[in-house]
Nanobody, 125 residues
């Protein structure tokens, strides 16, 4: 089992920045990839970004490219999501996820085996 705990959410004005953290514990040696998803009220959960734990390769949904950066600190078993130039449409619950097999589809939430409890991001206009 892998446990994931997110932090760093909050309320920010449009154009501002936030950095989300996701700390992994437990059988972290089995993690091949970690990702961030988000879910706004009344909408389906959607992919935001992902990173290969071994190689560091990154993947983003089009709407956040150039604004969000995913990174990892292997020594701390932590993945980060730096979010800049935030927009009201970025408002959502943000969820960290981990996969214990190397993904064939980085964007599909079914790829991921473990999930955190989520952290709320609210961007005011």
């Amino acid at each position: 089992q892998v446990q994931l705990v997110e932090s760093g959410g909050g309320l920010v004005q449009a154009g501002g920045s936030l950095r989300l953290s996701c700390a992994a514990s437990g059988r972290t040696f089995s993690v091949y990839a970690m990702g961030w998803f988000r879910q706004a009220p009344g909408k389906e959960r959607e992919f935001v970004a992902a990173i290969s734990w071994t190689f560091g390769s990154t993947y983003y949904t089009d709407s956040v490219k150039g604004r969000f950066t995913i990174s990892r600190d292997s020594a701390k078993n932590t993945v980060y999501l730096q979010m800049n130039s935030l927009k009201p449409e970025d408002t959502a619950g943000y969820y960290c996820a981990a996969a214990n097999v190397y993904p064939t589809n980085w964007y599909d939430q079914a790829t991921y085996d473990y999930w955190g409890q989520g952290t709320q991001v609210t961007v005011s206009s």
